[in-house]
């Protein structure tokens, strides 16, 4: 690894350990967002290249890892990792309940606009009538997901990294699936919603009620505490790191004081697998209804395989 590579991840790591699951495989991050986008795409038959280009490895974060590469400019950006939103029932909290739903609404709409363009560029990677555009589809060299408009695939696969990226970090992120510690509720040990399977209010099909007492972790920098005084941190509530075996049959404690206890981290990844499956078929959907059945399943299966020679 080049020097300036080495330094970048480096940096990332240290960053992006502070936004969500991770995206590399050092200082106790283990790829996770990763792990959690080839898992939940399996029943897809994604092409090796496709998929790793989706999910990164060897090095490269990926276009779910991308929002957490420095160069990209979001990891400062709450609506991209599902951040900041925190909320406690007390006089005097620092943020209004308004405000924190607020921004885990601006997430939810980042996702759903994620997936848009997802579809949109979709659209380029056959002409009028119905021709594969190879140069639009070839990923024969990486894609780069830097956010600007490339090849056609490139872009769909950015995309859905993005969408898949802040939906993942809503589960490691917020209090949906947790539960607190035994003791008193406070600012170091948050209420938790406790549930098992994704959020319906994520689903772009669905128009969903904002659901009661959601939240997530105040972080504004590091370290937290300087940043977020008298606020529910990120570090109470994120479970962001953990073990995922390549099956996703077997998850480990987490590494993060929420995800070591109660199946915190066990759960935040389930849901996370789920939401990203479902977000896979809801773009196949969305494709076959904005270009037709006929053309949107060449457009599917072009998206899917790393060449056209079998659709």
């Given amino acids: 690894m080049r020097p300036l590579l080495c330094a970048l991840v480096l940096v990332t790591a240290s960053i992006g350990g502070a936004h969500g699951f991770g995206t590399v495989n050092r200082l106790g991050q283990a790829a996770e967002h ?10 897809y038959g994604l092409g090796a290249r496709t998929l790793a280009e989706l999910s990164g490895g060897k090095g490269r974060f990926g276009a779910v890892g991308a929002p957490d590469h420095p160069k990209r400019g979001l990891l400062s950006v709450s609506a991209a990792h ?7 029932e007390r006089p005097g909290y620092p943020q209004s309940r308004r405000a924190a739903a607020a921004l885990l609404a601006a997430c939810r709409q980042w996702i759903f606009s994620q997936l848009r363009k997802a579809v949109t560029a979709a659209g380029r ?9 190879s140069l639009q589809l070839s990923i024969r060299f990486p894609c780069t997901y830097a956010g600007t408009r490339g090849r056609a695939k490139c872009d769909v696969l950015g995309a859905l990294g993005v969408a898949f990226h802040a939906a993942q970090d809503f589960y490691a992120h917020t ?8 003791g008193r509720i406070d600012l170091r040990n948050p209420p938790g ?12 099909r669905r128009k969903a009620a904002f659901p009661q007492g959601l939240i997530s972790g105040c972080f504004k920098g590091l370290p937290e505490r ?8 990120h570090g109470d509530l994120n479970k962001d790191l ?18 070591k206890v109660n199946g915190n981290f066990a759960r935040a990844v389930r849901a996370a697998i789920a939401d990203t499956r479902d977000k896979w078929a ?11 059945k006929d053309r949107g399943r060449r457009i599917v299966c072009a998206i899917r395989r790393d060449d056209t020679s079998g659709c």
């Fill in 82 to 88: 599902c951040s900041s939103a925190d909320h406690l």
């Fill in 193 to 204: 919603l406790g549930n098992a399977s994704r959020a319906a209010w994520l689903d772009p």
């Fill in 282 to 292: 809801y773009f196949e959907a969305r494709v076959l209804i904005r270009y037709g």
């Fill in 125 to 133: 990677t056959v002409d009028g009538r119905g021709r594969f555009r």
């Fill in 242 to 259: 953990g073990p995922i075996d390549a099956t996703g049959r077997t998850i480990g404690p987490g590494r993060t004081p929420r995800g």
């Fill in 34 to 43: 990763g792990k959690i986008t080839r898992i939940a795409l399996r029943p």
């Fill in 226 to 233: 300087n940043y977020c005084p008298g606020r529910v941190r």
């Fill in 175 to 182: 209090n949906w699936v947790d539960r607190p510690r035994k």
